[in-house]
């Protein structure tokens, strides 16, 4: 539909699936981290990743759910290369913090720095660049004008959830900035950026029933699916990323 099938930059368009875009590539001998591997975008990026032969650590907080998604990549992909480990993004939730900032920023934060040296060694010993992709959100928008308020995280008089997820949204994008400015400074080979997928029909807003109905129905026409998702900045520019950017479907937003 015009002007969602409007190729960008990239040569590809809104509504371009992860596999057209990834098409040709072969990501044997790398390894890929994806969170919330369970459901929605995750578990379709887990899939098309595993079709380009990566390896992929499948992070969830319900191993059943995980051993289901797994299952079914494994019959449709049987070389596919595919584990799954627990992973609850809230585990520090006893630190009360919201749950949207704790999941979306706090939890990945924290994954990314206990993973880190990993990478840097890895990095430098196989010469092959880390990358990391934190999914945030247009929605980043929602946030205060201010930016983000730390000290009305817990404030619950006047909460709204689209103002928390909008903050921890933001956070994912200030996140990559910032690694990606200290990688440039300590002259390491990785680089980090991060994304909008785009607004796919997924589980996401299961706790918004009237708007999750919405968007199974009307949203249907101009939505997109989850084959559909993220994986744009792989191929967006050949070669190194562009560091330190909020990617967009069709290319690079800012
Ligand atoms: N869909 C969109 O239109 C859209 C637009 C912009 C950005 N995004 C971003 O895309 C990302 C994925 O969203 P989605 O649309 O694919 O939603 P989804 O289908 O609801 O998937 C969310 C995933 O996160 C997992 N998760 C939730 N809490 C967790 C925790 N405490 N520990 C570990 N895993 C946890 C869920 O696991 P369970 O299966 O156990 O619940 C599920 O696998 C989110 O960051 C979202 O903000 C989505």
Same mark, same amino acid.
């Given at each position: 539909?015009?002007?969602?099938? &409007?190729?960008?930059?990239?040569?590809?368009?809104? %509504?371009?699936?992860?596999?057209?875009?990834?098409?040709?590539?072969?990501?044997?001998?790398?390894?890929?981290?994806? +969170?919330?591997?369970?459901?929605?975008?995750?578990?379709?990026?887990?899939?098309?990743?595993?079709?380009?032969?990566?390896?992929?650590?499948?992070?969830? &907080?319900? $191993?059943?759910?995980?051993?289901?998604?797994?299952?079914?990549?494994?019959?449709?992909?049987?070389?596919?290369?595919?584990?799954?480990?627990?992973?609850?993004?809230?585990?520090? @939730?006893?630190?009360?913090?919201?749950?949207?900032? =704790?999941?979306?920023?706090?939890?990945?934060? $924290? $994954?990314?720095?206990?993973?880190?040296?990993?990478?840097?060694?890895?990095?430098?010993?196989?010469?092959?660049?880390?990358?990391?992709?934190?999914?945030?959100?247009?929605?980043?928008?929602? =946030?205060?004008?201010?930016?983000?308020?730390?000290?009305?995280?817990?404030?619950?008089?006047?909460?709204?959830?689209?103002?928390? %997820?909008?903050?921890?949204?933001? @956070?994912?994008?200030?996140?990559?900035?910032? $690694?990606? *400015?200290?990688?440039?400074?300590?002259?390491?080979?990785?680089? =980090?950026?991060?994304?909008?997928?785009?607004?796919?029909?997924?589980?996401?807003?299961? %706790?918004?029933?009237?708007?999750?109905?919405?968007?199974?129905?009307?949203?249907?026409?101009?939505?997109?699916?989850?084959?559909?998702?993220?994986? *744009?900045?792989?191929?967006?520019? +050949?070669?190194? !990323?562009?560091?330190?950017? !909020? %990617?967009?479907?069709?290319?690079?937003?800012?």
């Amino acid at each position: 539909m015009w002007p969602f099938n &409007r190729k960008g930059p990239s040569g590809f368009s809104w %509504y371009s699936t992860a596999e057209e875009v990834t098409q040709g590539l072969d990501g044997s001998g790398l390894t890929a981290i994806v +969170t919330g591997a369970s459901s929605g975008i995750g578990s379709e990026t887990a899939r098309v990743l595993a079709l380009r032969g990566v390896h992929v650590v499948m992070a969830v &907080r319900n $191993l059943s759910t995980g051993a289901s998604v797994k299952e079914a990549i494994v019959k449709e992909i049987p070389t596919a290369k595919v584990d799954v480990m627990e992973l609850d993004l809230t585990s520090m @939730a006893s630190d009360g913090i919201e749950l949207q900032f =704790a999941t979306n920023h706090v939890g990945h934060f $924290l $994954l990314t720095h206990l993973l880190l040296e990993n990478m840097k060694n890895t990095s430098r010993e196989s010469k092959i660049e880390g990358r990391i992709v934190n999914v945030s959100s247009e929605g980043h928008r929602f =946030a205060f004008r201010e930016g983000i308020c730390f000290d009305k995280i817990n404030d619950q008089s006047g909460y709204s959830s689209w103002t928390a %997820y909008g903050q921890s949204k933001l @956070a994912n994008i200030l996140h990559a900035n910032e $690694l990606s *400015r200290r990688f440039e400074e300590e002259g390491v080979e990785i680089t =980090a950026n991060s994304l909008h997928p785009g607004s796919i029909i997924t589980n996401l807003l299961r %706790y918004h029933s009237f708007i999750d109905v919405l968007s199974r129905t009307v949203g249907k026409l101009v939505l997109k699916n989850v084959q559909q998702d993220k994986l *744009r900045p792989v191929k967006d520019h +050949t070669g190194k !990323l562009s560091d330190a950017s !909020l %990617y967009h479907p069709v290319g690079r937003m800012v």
